[in-house]
């Protein structure tokens, strides 16, 4: 079935640094999202990306649609350590459907 | 209220019984959807309800899943005769439309011994 690559798997930085993650697929994609996750609770929408090139900010956080629509990353700038957590792409293959593909996560650890 | 609510939280079955998970979505979002979490890896997605029409159910892992959305609201997944390969966390997800972000819940964390 279609697979979304998120790379990288895990993130130990030091508090302050810049962060980046991306996924990449063979597929498609129509929309793009970025969720976080922490232990015991439900992703926790970022950003959501609709049109090839977009690229749009919250707050610390970027996210850009690439132009081929089979990618995005995320950056993070000037990480904290409440930034700590699960970090998961998705997005819609479809416009037919509602079915979201995950990416694998990346886990960020942040040390004071 | 104001998120996705789940319940129970937790729950554990032994091999063999059925379990029913609940999902309270958004007031007023249209979309439903159930994604099954195992450890370490990312939701995968399980159905799918417009109103109370289930539009896909392509990820039902077996026809031992069942889920329902009766008045449109409120949705249930069901698992008859449950397997140890059923324990995962079962999340559930509501938007305003099909292809609008999804706003997930905490979860229903499911053992089976």
């Known amino acids: 079935g279609q697979q979304l690559n998120q790379s990288p798997q895990s993130m130990f930085i030091q508090e302050g640094e810049d962060v980046s993650m991306n996924c990449t697929s063979s597929?498609?994609?129509?929309?793009w999202l970025w969720y976080k996750q922490d232990p015991g609770e439900g992703p926790v929408l970022l950003i959501a990306?609709?049109?090839?090139?977009e690229l749009t900010s919250n707050g610390r956080l970027t996210a850009q649609f690439g132009i081929t629509r089979k990618d995005s990353f995320l950056n993070i700038s000037a990480s904290i350590p409440s930034d700590v957590g699960i970090y998961f792409c998705?997005?819609?293959?479809?416009?037919?459907?509602?079915?979201?593909?995950f990416g694998q996560g990346t886990t960020l650890q942040v040390k004071p | 209220g104001a998120g996705v609510s789940q319940s129970p939280r937790y729950k554990v079955a032994k091999r063999g019984q059925d379990v029913a998970l609940r999902c309270d979505p958004i007031?007023?979002?249209?979309?439903l959807f159930w994604y099954q979490q195992a450890l370490g890896q990312g939701p995968e997605f399980l159905t799918y309800?417009?109103?109370?029409?289930?539009?896909?159910k392509s990820g039902l892992p077996s026809d031992r899943f069942f889920a329902e959305r009766p008045e449109g609201s409120v949705s249930t997944l069901k698992i008859q005769r449950t397997q140890q390969e059923d324990s995962a966390v079962y999340l559930c997800?509501?938007?305003?439309?099909?292809?609008?972000?999804?706003?997930f819940g905490d979860g229903t964390r499911l053992s089976i011994l």
């Open positions: 997800a509501s938007s305003t439309d099909g292809n609008q972000p999804q706003h």
């Open positions: 597929s498609i994609f129509n929309t």
């Open positions: 990306l609709y049109k090839a090139g």
């Open positions: 998705a997005g819609h293959i479809s416009s037919n459907t509602g079915k979201l593909i």
């Open positions: 007031s007023g979002h249209v979309s």
């Open positions: 309800f417009q109103n109370e029409a289930q539009l896909d």
